[in-house]
């Protein structure tokens, strides 16, 4: 098995999971739901992750261009460009009552179709090459990082591989979109299953 067949395997079988057993059936007003502090909607780990993940393409292969573009943020009526490491409570409610949920979860099927991509056209001996540095400090520039709460992220991320950063979409996705959303549903009454 190759090393991108493996990845595959593995981020779509997490997708699988999260679409299948904790996405599917929900309604815009369960996806965005903020039940309490400390734990923020679906909605938002939804657009967390997919964001990571757009991003950290860019990050695997430098001629990549991200999905989120001007139309994307209009087509979901979100008009901020970071990844959401660091957003406060009050920006968290304003994301949520903002979002169009329709538009977030195609945004997440068409950067799920760029990471798959990606992992399929990264050479192996790329997996042991390390992110550039720049790259990593461009995301203050750039506004990936748009706030004081987050700016550690560059300097921890510092040395990581492009085989680190590709195998964060699953472990990331698992993360939010497996523990997170295990937190939300329960604490709103929402069973999980088929």
């Given at each position: 098995?190759?090393?991108?067949?493996?990845?595959?395997?593995?981020?779509?079988?997490?997708?699988?999971?999260?679409?299948?057993?904790?996405?599917?059936?929900?309604?815009d007003?369960?996806?965005?739901?903020?039940?309490?502090?400390?734990?923020n909607?679906?909605?938002w780990?939804?657009?967390?992750?997919?964001?990571?993940?757009?991003?950290?393409?860019?990050?695997?292969?430098?001629?990549?261009?991200?999905?989120?573009?001007?139309?994307?943020?209009?087509?979901?009526?979100?008009?901020?460009?970071?990844?959401?490491?660091?957003?406060?409570?009050?920006?968290?409610?304003?994301?949520?009552?903002?979002?169009?949920?329709?538009?977030?979860?195609?945004?997440?099927?068409?950067?799920?179709?760029?990471?798959?991509?990606?992992?399929?056209?990264?050479?192996?001996?790329?997996?042991?090459?390390?992110?550039?540095?720049?790259?990593?400090?461009?995301?203050?520039?750039?506004?990936?990082?748009?706030?004081?709460?987050?700016?550690?992220?560059?300097?921890?991320?510092?040395?990581?591989?492009?085989?680190?950063?590709?195998?964060?979409?699953?472990?990331?996705?698992a993360?939010?979109?497996?523990?997170?959303v295990?937190?939300?549903?329960?604490?709103?009454?929402?069973?999980?299953?088929?």
């Amino acid at each position: 098995m190759q090393s991108s067949e493996f990845f595959l395997e593995q981020y779509d079988t997490v997708r699988g999971i999260v679409d299948n057993l904790f996405l599917k059936g929900l309604d815009d007003d369960q996806l965005k739901v903020q039940p309490k502090e400390g734990l923020n909607s679906i909605a938002w780990y939804m657009w967390h992750t997919t964001r990571w993940q757009d991003f950290a393409n860019t990050l695997i292969m430098p001629s990549c261009k991200q999905v989120l573009d001007e139309q994307w943020m209009t087509r979901m009526n979100v008009f901020r460009r970071d990844v959401g490491t660091g957003m406060t409570r009050e920006e968290c409610t304003e994301f949520n009552k903002a979002v169009n949920v329709t538009e977030l979860r195609a945004y997440w099927h068409t950067v799920g179709d760029a990471v798959r991509d990606v992992a399929r056209s990264l050479p192996p001996d790329d997996l042991r090459k390390p992110v550039e540095r720049n790259q990593l400090y461009q995301m203050i520039e750039d506004g990936t990082i748009a706030n004081e709460r987050a700016k550690w992220v560059p300097s921890f991320l510092e040395g990581k591989t492009r085989g680190w950063f590709i195998s964060m979409a699953v472990w990331h996705m698992a993360e939010h979109l497996l523990g997170g959303v295990v937190c939300v549903r329960r604490v709103c009454g929402i069973p999980v299953g088929l």
